[in-house]
């Protein structure tokens, strides 16, 4: 059974830091991409983050700059180290885990408030 768990969301002054964390079980970790995605209500979840098996990342413009993707292999887990955060960054937060060829598995999220 796959399951991820996320941690590490809250409640954060605009300017401040988070470092959200998500746990893989049930999966061969080394071999998936990992990512973290977003979602505001009523809008579309988007993606934030993503780091490959060969630890090649990527991020959107509206985030690069302040947040960094890692992978800790040893852990079977993926963090998101998220800096200068502004109140448009306030969503739920979610982990994502893709195998080769094969589904895509979600964490249950974790909330991310950033008060202005």
């Known amino acids: 059974q796959v399951q991820l768990v996320e941690s590490g969301g809250g409640l954060v002054q605009a300017g401040g830091s988070l470092r959200l964390s998500c746990r893989a079980s049930?999966?061969?970790?080394?071999?998936?991409?990992m990512a973290w995605y977003r979602q505001c209500p009523g809008e579309q979840r988007e993606l934030v983050a993503k780091i490959t098996d060969g630890g090649i990342t990527n991020y959107p413009d509206s985030v690069k700059g302040r947040f960094t993707i890692s992978r800790d292999n040893a852990k079977n887990t993926v963090y998101l180290q998220m800096d200068s955060l502004k109140p448009e960054d306030t969503a739920v937060y979610y982990c994502s885990a893709t195998p080769p060829f094969t589904q895509t598995f979600w964490g249950q999220g974790t909330q991310v408030t950033v008060s202005s």
């Open positions: 049930g999966i061969f970790f080394n071999v998936n991409t």
